[in-house]
């Protein structure tokens, strides 16, 4: 998976991730100049934020609320994967109780509720979060052009089921109005807008294939069928 081991990552990241480096303390502040990177610079690396959020296991005192939410999101815009529940249960059980970080229980409660619509395809209801929530605008506000990574990321997800979608329904998925959604469908995407209509290419996942099915039975399986019908009405 592409989010998984990012070909961006620094040699000095991999050694930490790979050696005895991962249990040391010394290297959150690493990881965590590393995540402000990837946050600066549109790239995800799951397996290097789970390292830091390891290190933030073994190290409750170096733990940072604005980290942690970062890393989820960052998790949460390679949808849909596991991602974001993988880092999502190496945040300690204790920082998820009500009064015990400030506002880190509420923030990973709305990260879930923003996830778990992502990777049900509930993208309208998504964007009305995104828009209307002020807590919602404060988690994402971090990570740079979060809004158009989520939206190509909908975009390649139509492109792998549909091959013609109306302009409105598109729209409404991107959460964009209608004029704002074909200039990203044509000039973001690259697709072509017939009236009403967004023609999504050809692909391999959207071109329709015909399924053989085909079935070996040989005279020994027949007459075993038969001999058996035979005996249950004799």
Request: aromatic content about 6%; glycine content about 4%; charged content about 30%.
């Amino acid at each position: 998976m592409e989010c998984e081991d990012c070909q961006e990552r620094p040699e000095a990241i991999t050694a930490i991730i790979n050696g005895l480096e991962r249990y040391n303390p010394e290297a959150v502040g690493l990881l965590e100049d590393y995540l402000r990177q990837q946050c600066e610079q549109r790239y995800c690396d799951c397996n290097a934020n789970r390292t830091l959020l390891k290190l933030y296991q073994l190290n409750p005192d170096r733990m940072k609320d604005e980290v942690v939410t970062n890393v989820l999101v960052k998790a949460m815009t390679c949808f849909p994967s596991p991602q974001f529940s993988l880092a999502l249960h190496l945040i300690p059980p204790s920082t998820l109780a009500p009064n015990s970080r400030a506002e880190l229980p509420e923030a990973l409660a709305k990260l879930r509720e923003l996830n778990t619509q992502l990777q049900g395809a509930q993208y309208a209801r998504f964007w009305r979060n995104i828009e209307g929530d002020d807590l919602c605008a404060d988690l994402v506000a971090d990570i740079d052009g979060f809004e158009d990574m989520v939206r190509i990321r909908i975009a390649t997800l139509v492109s792998h089921a549909f091959r013609e979608v109306d302009m409105a329904v598109l729209a409404e998925w991107l959460g964009l109005e209608e004029g704002a959604a074909r200039k990203f469908v044509q000039e973001t995407v690259g697709w072509k807008i017939e009236g009403d209509k967004v023609q999504v290419p050809r692909n391999a996942e959207n071109e329709a294939k015909k399924a053989e099915v085909r079935e070996d039975v040989n005279v020994d399986m027949f007459s075993r069928v038969v001999r058996r019908a035979w005996e249950e009405t004799a």
